[in-house]
């Protein structure tokens, strides 16, 4: 493969359909809740009834807006909707209402590591239903498959990206961004394992240095940051080879199987003609005003990156701030203790070190512990006056995560408040200095590092309670004696 990679480069475009987070269906009133029992959300107007109309659902236009303007696009003072024929056997009207030439956003751009990925357009359609294929033999000898129609008709918006992606790694980046802004601006909750985000992956390749691309193949619905990766990967092998043995990449739609880690050929693909757009007919031309998209504009909500700038103005390394923020809730709850005053640097480092840990190990969000703001908060206090340790303060965060305990009351507890008494510190000082005189006679002639020993075995014999610049004043003035 590598050698592959220094002869042929990729070139990646992307189609991720984000499911937008509103109560009802986009063109008709019944809910669009995931996990409901098969067919229990439809209505005539999905199950494509003669006579039925469509109504457009208004906050669908809204979540379009909002999302057109996080992703630095142009919205129009007018969209349409159209029919895109297609044989949907999932679909009851056998036609996707969608928009093809006048969408809802226009242009703009997503800001990753290196570089912008410019984004086509965004616009707004109705997804089909599910089929369940039963693979056990029916009646007749052969499998069938089942329509679960409680999907069709959900609210899509398919955000189109332009060919400016060269690795896997600027496609999976691309993504989590995206799924970042999305989750922010509460129009989807990014839920790749739920299908209510997926992506389509178009990939070509061509030699380093040429300019025209090569012929593309669409991989359909990929639902998670790994697969995303190991598909490109493989179709990037995949058309690499076949170039390789003098043949020529057909433009076709294949399907990624996670199992085998492999594609296969579905479909040959369609261009545009092939699914004959026309507009609409029973849904009239959209206008947006100015004032309109103003006030959306108002009620933006901060974006991940804007987070990530205040973030590190706060203290925190670009690492730090990008482990919070690419966690929503985490930032969530971060922004809440940073209106405590707690200092942001330390409070960082708990939460992307002990608390991260037993979050990941338990399977659980920062909202479902028991560690709350006030609590966190308090703890932290103690740390930052000086009454408990750093060391104590890392054991007890897991253990309110757990049980919730008020920390001051399990500091007095527990009897873990630092020792800054030197009365109290130098008998025990002295009696590790006595106890190993080869440790000492060795530091005093020159082996230095000899002197985190000593702090060590003094740290233990306190329980880790002795305040440490204080210890090391008395075993410097002890040692040097």
């Known amino acids: 493969m590598s050698n592959y990679k220094d002869k ?8 991720v359909h984000a499911q937008l987070k509103t109560n009802t269906k986009i063109f008709a009133r019944e809910g669009c809740e995931f996990g409901k029992s098969p067919n229990t959300e439809t209505s005539t107007v999905t199950l494509g009834m003669p006579g039925v109309l469509p109504v457009l659902n208004k906050e669908c236009v809204n979540m379009a807006i909002l999302t057109g303007l996080a992703l630095n696009s142009t919205i129009p003072n007018r969209c349409k909707f159209d029919r895109k ?91 989590e961004t995206l799924r970042n802004i999305l989750r922010y601006i509460g129009v989807c909750d990014g839920n790749l394992e739920e299908g209510s985000m997926r992506a389509d992956c178009n990939i070509s390749i061509r030699p380093i240095g040429q300019k025209e691309f090569g012929t593309r193949a669409e991989i359909k619905n990929v639902n998670s940051f790994r697969s995303l990766v190991r598909a490109i990967e493989y179709e990037f092998i995949r058309q690499a080879e076949i170039l390789e043995d003098g043949g020529k990449v057909i433009q076709e739609t294949r399907l990624w199987d996670d199992t085998s880690g492999t594609t296969s050929s579905m479909r040959g693909k369609e261009d545009a003609h092939d699914y004959r757009y026309f507009p609409e007919p029973d849904l009239m031309p959209l206008e947006i005003s100015r004032e309109w998209i103003e006030e959306i504009k108002s009620k933006m909500p901060e974006l991940p990156n804007e987070k ?7 203290g925190l390394s670009e690492y730090d701030a990008s482990v919070i923020v690419n ?16 200092d942001a640097k330390t409070a960082s480092n708990f939460l992307t070190g002990e608390i ?36 104590i303060a890392k054991s007890l965060v897991v253990e309110i995560l757990k049980t919730g305990e008020d920390a001051k009351t399990l500091v007095d507890k527990k009897g873990l408040s630092v020792i800054s008494d030197e009365s109290s510190i130098l008998p025990i000082v002295q009696k590790i200095i006595k106890d ?18 000593f702090v060590g075995q003094i740290m233990k014999e306190t329980k880790g309670r002795a305040n440490p610049q204080l210890l090391n004043k008395l075993l410097k003035d002890e040692l040097d004696k």
């Not at 042929?8 to 189609?15: D, N, P, Q, S």
């Not at 990530?308 to 706060?314: D, G, N, S, T, V």
């Not at 005093?444 to 985190?452: M, Q, W, Y």
Request: hydrophobic share 35%; net charge negative.
């Open 308 to 314: 990530m700038e205040r973030y590190q103005k706060a």
């Open 356 to 391: 991260a840990a037993y979050l990941k190990e338990e399977k659980i969000s920062i909202e479902d512990s028991k560690l709350t703001v006030d609590n966190f908060a308090q703890l932290l206090d103690l740390l930052k006056k000086g009454t408990i340790s750093n060391n």
């Open 436 to 453: 190993n005189p080869e440790q000492v006679a060795a530091y005093k002639g020159g082996k230095d590092k000899l002197f985190g020993f």
């Open 327 to 342: 966690q929503m809730e985490l930032a969530l709850y971060f922004d809440k203790l940073l209106e405590k005053n707690v």
């Open 85 to 175: 024929q297609y044989f949907y056997p999932d679909l009851p009207k056998g036609y996707q209402i969608s928009q093809y030439d006048e969408p809802i956003c226009q242009g703009g751009w997503i800001q990753i590591s290196n570089k912008k990925i410019g984004i086509t357009r965004a616009h707004l359609e109705e997804d089909a239903g599910k089929l369940v294929h039963a693979g056990a033999a029916g009646l007749y000898g052969s499998s069938y498959s089942l329509v679960d129609l409680n999907r069709a008709g959900t609210p899509l918006l398919e955000i189109v990206s332009e060919p400016d992606m060269r690795s896997s790694e600027e496609a999976r980046e691309y993504v």
């Open 8 to 15: 042929y480069e990729m070139v990646i475009g992307l189609e």
